[in-house]
T-cell receptor, first 117, second 111 residues
Framework: EAGVAQSPRYKIIEKRQSVAFWCNPI?????LYWYQQILGQGPKLLIQ????????DSQLPKDRFSAERLKGVDSTLKIQPAKLEDSAVYLC???????????????FGPGTRLLVL | AQKITQTQPGMFVQEKEAVTLDCTYD???????LFWYKQPSSGEMIFLIY??????QNATEGRYSLNFQKARKSANLVISASQLGDSAMYFC????????FGAGTRLTVKP
């Protein structure tokens, strides 16, 4: 079974430029997540999709970040314009429910390392 | 409020020995899930083990076991017979409605 795919793996941009990341979840996983992981910290949830609807985007900086999952499969995360503090690893994950609330195991992609200069 | 705490920034263990990575959590919700992930230098988060709040038995997956002490709100990861490939960052996470991660523990296995 193929895992979560992400591209690009690395991206270097200058501040105020825009950038987009792509994610393809594990086949059949209805829930997709985008996380931001700043160096030395654990991942922080940016947005969660259930099929093509947004479940939680409370921590997404909506003035510069946007995400979509138009057909309920793959997803893109965009930053426009980027700031220095956006330098981080952006992780995509998808999940399947084991049993009961709280039991969804999330499987992660390899991440995209973003450096903003 | 949900909170996950990992108090050990770094740990060292000798190859073939066992090691325990600490994790404490806080939530007022009776239904939650606890997870451990491994993150090698390549960056990918690898799922290791899951424990549900209503599970009576401690979870085990091969060399990984989760020491779940509900009254103390702790969910420590035990790795038995450490291998050099176990060197990585380890993250504890809790899910109530969303997933919250601890700050991580860097484990180094010495030959």
């Amino acid at each position: 079974e193929a895992g979560v795919a992400q591209s690009p793996r690395y991206k270097i941009i200058e501040k105020r430029q825009s950038v987009a990341f792509w994610c393809n979840p594990i086949s059949g996983h209805a829930t997709l997540y985008w996380y931001q992981q700043i160096l030395g910290q654990g991942p922080k949830l940016l947005i969660q999709f259930q099929n093509n609807g947004v479940v939680d985007d409370s921590q997404l900086p909506k003035d510069r970040f946007s995400a979509e999952r138009l057909k309920g499969v793959d997803s893109t995360l965009k930053i426009q314009p980027a700031k220095l503090e956006d330098s981080a690893v952006y992780l995509c994950a998808s999940s399947v429910v084991i049993s009961g609330r709280g039991s969804e195991t999330q499987y992660f992609g390899p991440g995209t390392r973003l450096l903003v200069l | 409020a949900q909170k996950i705490t990992q108090t050990q920034p770094g740990m060292f263990v000798q190859e073939k020995e066992a090691v325990t990575l600490d994790c404490t959590y806080d939530t007022s919700d009776p239904s939650y899930g606890l997870f451990w992930y491994k993150q090698p230098s390549s960056g990918e988060m690898i799922f290791l083990i899951y424990q549900g709040s209503y599970d009576q038995q401690n979870a085990t997956e091969g060399r990984y076991s989760l020491n779940f002490q509900k009254a103390r709100k702790s969910a420590n990861l035990v790795i038995s017979a450490s291998q050099l490939g176990d060197s990585a960052m380890y993250f504890c996470a809790m899910r109530v409605y969303d997933m919250r991660f601890g700050a991580g523990t860097r484990l180094t296995v010495k030959p």
